[in-house]
C-alpha cells in the first residue's frame, strides 16, 4: 500500500509535533509500505526516516486555500497513492483515494472566544464537517475529543478511533545541574519556580493561573511563576493583570522556548500547573510527568484522561481552591514523591510506537471498507 501523509503544518508547534512523530512512527513500525510525505517547501529535513520507500515532495500549497482543493487529488492520483492520511483535520474535498483524517478536538466550535472570526467559525465548522463525510476512518486522541466530534458534527460512531497520542522520547528528565542552571538564567528564571508552558488562548486560563498564584504567594512563598510559550497579543494582557494583582515581579513570560532547552526547564521547575479549561488532549502534562515533575491539574475536559492518577487535581475556576493544591504540591515532600512516581507510571501509557500499531490498524479497516469509488463532499 502506498500511504500519503499531508505534513504541509509540520512547523505548528502542536499539530506538527503530532504530525511528525506519527509519521516517523508509522514508517519505522511499517517499512514494507511505501510512503509520499507532502511537505511545505524548505520543510523537508524536519521528518528524519532511513526508509528507502519515502518520497518526500514539497509543493507551492498554501492551506486553506482553492488551490490545495485542486492540486491535491491530481498529487494523490499522479502518485497513484491508496490512502492519504491528513494528520490535521482538512481533507481534500474531491477524494481520489481513501482518507483517513485525524482530528484533535472541535475547540473552535465549543469555545468560540479561541477563533472570534463568525467567518472563520463558519469556514471551520464546514470543513470539518467534510471531512468527517469523506473519511474512511477518523481518527481522535481522546473520548473526550470523540465525544465532542460525534455530538458536534454527528460523525457515526463507528468511524471514530481513539488513538491516545505518545509523548517525545527526548523529554525526559534532566540531573546535569550545569544545564538546569544554564537554562534557567537564559529565561530570567533566579528562584524555585511553577511553570506553565502553552501558547495564549482564553480556554487556557492563564488569568486564572495568576489569581491562583497570587493566592499562593499570600502564604508566604517567594516562588516564581514562569509561562513558557508565545502569547503573542494575550501577554500585554496578562503583564496588566499581573501588574493587578501585585505580582509583576514574580511572573516570568520567557516568550518562545528554543526545543532543546523544554527537558530542562521542565526538570528545574518545583512544580507544573495546567489550569485550562478545554484540551482536546494534553501534551505539555505528560511531558512535565515524563521530567519527573509533580503536576497540579484541572479536572476540564480531557486533562484527567490523559493525566490519570499522576496528578494532583483542582478547580481551575476557584483560584483559592487551585492555589491550595499548588501550595500542598510544593511543599510537601512526600506528596511531590508520590506525584513524581504516579506521574513516570502513568507516562509509560503513551507511546508513538503503540500509537503507530493502532493507526496502521485503522489504515487496514479503511482499505478494507465497502466502498470502493473515488467520493467528493
Known sequence: ????????????????????CLAEAVIAEAPEHEYLLILAPGDEALIQTQHARVEKISPELKYYSVREQVELPRIL?????????????????????????????????????????????LYYRAMMTASVKLADRIITVSEYSKKDIVRYLRA????????????????????????????????????????????????????????????????????????A????????KLRALAAELGIADRVVFTGFVDEPDMPALYSAARLYACPSLYEGFGFTVLEAMGCGTPVVCSPETSLPEVAGEGALYADPRNPSEFAQAMRRAFEDEPLRAGLREKGFRNRKRFSW???ARQTLTVYGGAAASVEAKPVCA
Open 1 to 20: 500500500m502506498k500511504i500519503a501523509f499531508d505534513l504541509r503544518r509540520i512547523r505548528n508547534p502542536g499539530i506538527g509535533r503530532y504530525m511528525k
Open 77 to 121: 492520483r499522479r502518485h497513484k497513492a491508496d490512502l492519504l492520511h491528513s494528520p490535521h483535520f482538512l481533507l481534500p474535498l474531491i477524494r481520489p483515494c481513501r482518507t483517513v483524517v485525524t482530528i484533535h478536538d472541535v475547540i473552535y466550535i465549543s469555545c468560540k472566544e479561541d477563533l472570534p472570526s463568525p467567518l472563520g467559525r
Open 156 to 227: 457515526d460512531p463507528e468511524k471514530v478511533v481513539v488513538i491516545h497520542s505518545g509523548v517525545d522520547p527526548a523529554l525526559e528528565s534532566v540531573t546535569d545541574t550545569g544545564r538546569l542552571e544554564s537554562v534557567c538564567s537564559k529565561y530570567g528564571i533566579c528562584a524555585d519556580f511553577v511553570l506553565y508552558t502553552g501558547i495564549y488562548k482564553p480556554r487556557k486560563n492563564h488569568e486564572g493561573l495568576l489569581r491562583a498564584f497570587r493566592k499562593f504567594l499570600g502564604s508566604g512563598e517567594r516562588a516564581q511563576l514562569v509561562i
Open 229 to 236: 510559550g508565545p502569547m503573542g497579543d494575550g501577554e500585554e
Open 353 to 355: 510506537k503503540n500509537a
